[in-house]
């Protein structure tokens, strides 16, 4: 997940991404221009790399796909059950389910907990991706409640 906070380290947390994964480009509050200027940077780098490039906002060219609560997103943000099952109703492949733990995005939000979210998504059948507070020992811990991968911000920083 990109964010505005990181600013330069973006490029760095970038090369931190494992094979495989993807980017949940954001930068929600970035101005338009400066906002495709980096994207675009973004996209070079996922494609060298192999990662999946998904787009949250107002769509991009040379995404794979959107995050967001959006028909036919591939994947989809959910805190609770209606939202998770409304995922499934619009089409998304991948459920995104936040916040396990406490996280620096959402100061002082309460974490629903890794069991909880499990449950919630179990009931859509698309793969669970967890979201909060995550780092990779934290996956190790959640991993056996059928999350598929993880997502993060801070984790790919340090």
Same mark, same amino acid.
């Given at each position: 997940? @990109?964010?505005?906070?990181? =600013?330069?380290? %973006? &490029?760095?947390?970038l ?6 994964g ?8 970035t ?21 999946? %490039? %998904? ?25 609770d ?6 995922a ?5 492949? %991948? ?7 406490? @996280? ?19 009931d ?9 507070g995550m @780092? ?14 993880w997502?993060?911000?801070?984790? &790919?920083? =340090?």
């Amino acid at each position: 997940m @990109t964010d505005e906070r990181v =600013g330069e380290a %973006l &490029w760095q947390m970038l090369m931190r991404v494992p094979p495989g994964g993807g980017v949940v480009f954001r930068h929600h509050a970035t101005p338009a221009a400066e906002r495709r200027r980096i994207f675009a940077r973004v996209r070079r780098i996922a494609r060298a790399r192999g990662l999946m %490039l %998904l787009v949250a906002g107002a769509p991009l060219p040379g995404a794979d796909g959107r995050h967001g609560r959006v028909r036919g997103a591939v994947s989809w943000p959910a805190h609770d059950r209606a939202e998770a099952l409304a995922a499934r109703r619009k089409g998304a492949r %991948l459920l995104m389910l936040s916040p396990v733990f406490p @996280t620096r995005s959402h100061p002082g939000a309460a974490a629903a907990g890794a069991a909880r979210l499990a449950r919630i998504g179990r009931d859509t059948g698309l793969p669970m991706i967890a979201l909060g507070g995550m @780092t990779a020992r934290r996956f190790r811990r959640v991993r056996g409640l059928g999350f598929a991968g993880w997502a993060a911000i801070d984790a &790919w920083g =340090g």
